[in-house]
């Protein structure tokens, strides 16, 4: 992960062994830049997990020769062992293949006030796995700016099967009045999600 000025200049490096962050945020509390990731294929159904978590200046995460903390990639046996003592473990993490894309902080006041400084995120689904995980938005809980590690679902339904999905989560905001605006591109479609009752 690269940081340039607002000019476009003084390029440097902020955090390494990031796979594919695909969605990034800054938690307006703290001033933390965030991301969700994309992790590797290939090694089952069940690793490695996808996750979302909180980006440290120079933090290493593991691409490509660990991940989740200091598991070695059984494709690069040995690769890199000076520096499987320097891994970041991620703050959340998502199970594999979730294919979690944007995210974003909630600070509106029309869901219940718990969920004020929540992350959510769309996950947009798994293509190789046999049973097929994500293809929802999910709600990371953040207390004090400080992720605990889980998160649940927030909207699902889109999965009909293991052969078929009729929706995609990818894009993921918070409208003026404090509802949810997400899209999905199974159907090209934009919902959004309100509260009906404040009881």
Same mark, same amino acid.
């Given at each position: ?37 994309? /992790? ?6 069940? #690793?490695?997990? !996808? ?20 598991? /070695? !990639? ?7 062992? !000076? #520096? ?6 991620? %703050?959340?993490? =998502? ?19 718990? #969920? ?21 938005? =999910? ?12 998160? /649940? ?6 999965? #009909? ?15 003026? %009045? ?5 899209? /999905? ?15």
């Amino acid at each position: 992960m690269l940081v340039f000025d607002p000019q476009g200049k003084g390029r440097r490096i902020f955090a390494t062994g990031i796979r594919n962050c695909v969605g990034l945020a800054v938690n307006p509390t703290t001033g933390d830049l965030w991301c969700s990731t994309n /992790e590797r294929d290939g090694l089952g159904d069940n #690793l490695p997990p !996808d996750y979302i978590t909180r980006v440290r200046e120079g933090g290493f995460y593991g691409w490509p020769w660990y991940y989740m903390g200091a598991h /070695e !990639d059984p494709r690069h046996p040995g690769g890199r062992p !000076d #520096l499987k003592d320097k891994i970041t473990v991620p %703050d959340v993490l =998502i199970q594999p293949h979730s294919a979690s894309m944007q995210l974003m902080f909630y600070s509106g006041d029309q869901f219940p006030a718990d #969920l004020q400084g929540s992350v959510f995120a769309a996950e947009h689904g798994s293509w190789n796995r046999a049973t097929r995980t994500g293809y929802k938005i =999910i709600r990371a809980i953040v207390k004090n700016g400080v992720p605990t590690g889980e998160y /649940e679902d927030f909207v699902t339904g889109f999965v #009909l099967d293991d052969m078929s999905v009729w929706g995609r989560p990818v894009g993921v905001v918070q409208a003026k %009045d404090g509802s949810l605006i997400f899209s /999905e591109d199974g159907n090209g479609t934009i919902w959004r999600v309100s509260r009906t009752s404040r009881e």
